[in-house]
């Protein structure tokens, strides 16, 4: 069975500072991963998504996540947060047995001014 | 292409009321989901299909639950009768393959 755990349901940065949100997997077989974006009254936008490629991925706005196995992470960073990441974002997984996502239970971001 | 298309955006019904909710899928997508979000459960997977053929219902609530996909293009979710606790967010998603799933903007149900 697989399952995501988010640390954190909300997390607050100051605008240009450092975004890291956090997701820790469990898989039975090699995961596809995956970080959504929700912004309010909107639906799931993805973000980025590792499929056993390399282990860095880059998606949009600006945002990264490291795969590590060892850890079973994949947590989500920012350099430098702006005002309009504001939203809620969700970790999932999949694999090629099962194509449904698993969700983890989000993580709000406030960014402070 | 429009994306997934979900209607109606917001629904509101009394309790006992049957409820049906649509969805169209992006052309070319085989696969087919129906996702279930509040505060309480946050995201769930209620049903899934490959090739209008469902997959795995096991996320169905009750039998007062059920979901079509009669063609590649359309899907409905019904709720009858429906209850105050069904009351959520339903979303429809949908992927080929390998790649990302595409949700669509989801329908807020309420029952009062």
């Known amino acids: 069975a697989q399952s995501v755990t988010q640390l954190g349901s909300h997390v607050s940065v100051s605008e240009g500072a450092l975004v890291l949100l956090r997701c820790n997997y469990s898989s039975s077989v090699p995961p596809y991963l995956f970080w959504y974006v929700q912004y309010p009254n909107q639906g799931l936008q993805l973000l980025l998504k590792y499929t056993s490629a390399a282990t860095l991925v880059k998606g949009i706005n600006g945002f990264e996540a490291e795969f590590k196995k060892s850890e079973t992470s994949f947590h989500l960073t920012k350099p430098s947060a702006h005002m309009s990441d504001a939203a809620e974002y969700f970790c999932?997984?999949?694999?090629?047995?099962?194509?449904?996502?698993?969700f983890g239970s989000g993580t709000r971001l406030q960014v402070q001014p | 292409d429009a994306g997934v298309i979900q209607s109606p955006r917001h629904e509101v019904t009394e309790m006992g009321q049957e409820v049906t909710l649509r969805c169209k899928p992006i052309s070319g997508h085989d696969y087919l989901f129906w996702y279930r979000q509040t505060m309480m459960r946050g995201l769930e997977l209620l049903i899934y299909?490959?090739?209008?053929?469902?997959?795995?219902d096991s996320g169905m609530p009750e039998d007062r639950f059920s979901a079509k996909m009669p063609n590649a293009s359309f899907s409905t979710l019904k709720i009858q009768p429906s209850e105050p606790r069904d009351s959520a967010v339903y979303f429809c998603?949908?992927?080929?393959?390998?790649?990302?799933?595409?949700f669509g903007q989801g329908t807020r149900l309420t029952v009062v």
């Open positions: 999932a997984v999949s694999d090629t047995g099962r194509r449904a996502l698993t």
């Open positions: 998603a949908g992927n080929r393959g390998d790649t990302e799933a595409f």
């Open positions: 299909f490959n090739n209008n053929v469902p997959i795995d």
